[in-house]
Every structure is written in structure tokens, then in C-alpha cells.
DNA sequence: TAAGCATGTAAAGGAAGCTTTACGTAAAGG
DNA sequence: CCTTTACGTAAAGCTTCCTTTACATGCTTA
């Protein structure tokens, strides 16, 4: 799954930081969801929604099972 | 977070073994979910948003941080 | 009665999400 | 040079999600 955290965040002017406490996260948290680390808990993604004033599907990009959209 | 998950799934029909199966995972997990045990992983929900052709908002409704909305 | 089906509970174990702490690197400014 | 700011990595530990296995309950139907 991809997503566009981190394009929503610099359009905002934001610090992963800040971002971080916005959301009630630790900046590791970040970090690791704008590398693709690991996908959000559903709240988590809820929270970010609600942030960004966008849909859930507006920041993560599902592909499908198959993992990839080559 | 409350959800419609058993909403959707009589509506269609379905038992929570046909859903499980459909969506990939067991019916434990159906079971915890509909039964507000536990919320699912986001990849789970883009996954039930897309079996049942609705938006994730449209099946867990999340009411803040608080858990409430009384 | 018995058998089958749908739903539910419980508990143990593994995988994924998140925190805490600590350290590393690069750019900007004094 | 030194300090600050932003971003990054790593590892240990806890919580949440999900699976597997087993058993229980209620309803229907033979």
C-alpha cells in the first residue's frame, strides 16, 4: 500500500514533528509510515484523514492483494 | 469506532464464514470485528470497503478521540 | 433424538503497529 | 568551529490484530 503522507505534510509545511504530535503519535511513527515501513492502525489512518481534511483513500493507495501496480 | 460490518453482511446474504472466506481471513476475525472486539488493519478495511463497494467511512464511523458521541 | 448450520466464547501463539531511547547524518546559521 | 533543526536508523518491549484449535449454544429439520 501506498500512500501520500508525506506529500500532504510538506504541502502543509510541517515537520514530521509536528505532524507527530498533531496526530498523538511519536515522530518514529511517522517516519516509519512515510517509508512504507508499516501501514497505520484504521484509527490511526481515521485521525490523519480528519488532519488533512481528506479522505482515507486520498492518502493510502490500496492496490489490491497483489501488493503491486507495476 | 463502531462499524456496520454485520449491516452490510446480512444485507448481502452472507455468513461470516462466506465473508471471512471472501475477505481472506477467518471467521474469528469477522466475529471480533462485527462484535467491536477489535478494529481491523487498514489493508483489512480497504479490502471489506472494496467487497462491499462502499467507502471505509461508510462502514466504521469513527466519533474522535474521546470513543463517544454522546 | 440426532444431525447440521450459524453464531458465539476462550486461550495460546505469531505478526504488525507503536513507543521509548539512543545514536547518526546533513544542512543552515551564528 | 559549534549549535540547532530536520530527517534517518536500530533495537527492545508492549499492545493490537489475526490465526488456529476447541468447545458451547440455539435453531431447524429429519
Redesign the interface.
Known amino acids: ?1 501506498k500512500n501520500r503522507l508525506r506529500e500532504l505534510r510538506e504541502e502543509k509545511g510541517l515537520t514530521q514533528e509536528e505532524l507527530a504530535k498533531a496526530l ?1 503519535v511519536t515522530r518514529q511513527t511517522i517516519i516509519a509510515i512515510e517509508k512504507g515501513r508499516y ?5 490511526l ?3 490523519m484523514a ?1 488532519f488533512f481534511n481528506v ?3 486520498d492518502i ?1 493507495i ?1 492496490e489490491g ?1 497483489n501488493g503491486e501496480g507495476r
Chains 1, 2 share one sequence.
Open positions: 500500500m498523538g501501514n497505520p492502525s484504521l484509527q489512518a481515521f485521525r480528519r479522505r482515507i483513500e493510502f490500496y492483494e
